[in-house]
C-alpha cells in the first residue's frame, strides 16, 4: 500500500494532457509537492508545483531534474512522443525519435531516479504503457511502448531489492491533443488519473485503465492474429 498524502512526486510531461491530470490528481490526493516538467515549463500559481525544463533524450538534462528533485518519492514517466510513422514507409529519423523518446527517454529517468528513490526509502516508478504495447497495427509508437513495457517488468526485478514498488499503466485513448485526430473512443484525462492514483496507493503493479486494454491483453494467450487493431 502507498499513501499519495504528502508525498513528493515527478511527473514527466506534467504541464499537459495526461500529465497535467495526474498532476492535478496527485495535488487532490494530498501530494505535499509535484514536479512537473516540459521542454519549456510554464510557472505554476500552487506553490506545491514546481515547474522544471526537461528534455528526457537528454541525460544531462534528466540528470540535472534528478539533482534538483532529489526528495521525490514518486516518480511517473508520462513523456512520450506520438509520429504516424509505418514501421515499413515512415522516416526512421521518426523511428528513432519515437524510441529515443518512449523508451530510452523513460530508462535515463529512471537511471537517474532510482539511486533518489533508493535514498528516500524506496518510493514508486510508475511508467505511462498503452493498449497499443499488446496491440498490433500501430507502427513505432506501438512498438515503442512494446518495448517499455518489456523494459517495466525487467526494472520491476532490478528495483525490488531497494524498495521501489514498479507500476506499468495500460490505457487505451484519453481525450487529449496527442491523439485528438484518432476515431477512438476517448476517456476523459481525469478519469484516468483517478484510476491511476487508485492503483497505486492499492499497490499494484499492473494498472489496465478500461475495458479496451482487458481485452487486448487477454487477447495475449490467443492467435497473434486476434491481436489487431481497428479503429473506429
Not at 103 to 131: E, I, K, T, Y
Not at 141 to 159: E, M, V
Request: proline share 5%; hydrophobic share 45%.
Amino acid at each position: 500500500m502507498t499513501s499519495i498524502e504528502g508525498t513528493i512526486a515527478v511527473v514527466t510531461g506534467g504541464q499537459r494532457g495526461l500529465g497535467r491530470a495526474f498532476t492535478e490528481a496527485l495535488l487532490r490526493r494530498g501530494a505535499a509537492k509535484v514536479y512537473v516538467t516540459a521542454r519549456a515549463p510554464r510557472p505554476s500559481e500552487d506553490e506545491r508545483v514546481v515547474a522544471l525544463p526537461l528534455d528526457v533524450t537528454d541525460e544531462d538534462s534528466v540528470a540535472a531534474l534528478a539533482e534538483r528533485a532529489s526528495d521525490a518519492r514518486l516518480v511517473l514517466n508520462n513523456a512520450g512522443v506520438l509520429h504516424p510513422s509505418p514501421l515499413l514507409t515512415g522516416p526512421m529519423t521518426d523511428v528513432l525519435a519515437t524510441f529515443d523518446t518512449n523508451v530510452f527517454g523513460a530508462l535515463r529517468v529512471v537511471r537517474a531516479f532510482a539511486p533518489v528513490l533508493a535514498a528516500n526509502g524506496g518510493g514508486v516508478l510508475v511508467d505511462l504503457h498503452s493498449l497499443l504495447s499488446w496491440a498490433s497495427g500501430s507502427g513505432a509508437y506501438g512498438a515503442s511502448k512494446a518495448a517499455l513495457w518489456s523494459l517495466t517488468n525487467s526494472l520491476r526485478t532490478d528495483l525490488a531489492p531497494q524498495g521501489t514498488h514498479v507500476v506499468g499503466v495500460h490505457l487505451g485513448f484519453a481525450d487529449t491533443d496527442m491523439v485528438a485526430s484518432m476515431p477512438a473512443d476517448k476517456l476523459a484525462p481525469s478519469t484516468v488519473a483517478d484510476i491511476v492514483m487508485t492503483g497505486i496507493e492499492a499497490g499494484q503493479s499492473e494498472i489496465l485503465v478500461d475495458d479496451a486494454s482487458r481485452q487486448i491483453k487477454a487477447a495475449l494467450s490467443g492467435p497473434v492474429e486476434g491481436l489487431a487493431l481497428a479503429l473506429g
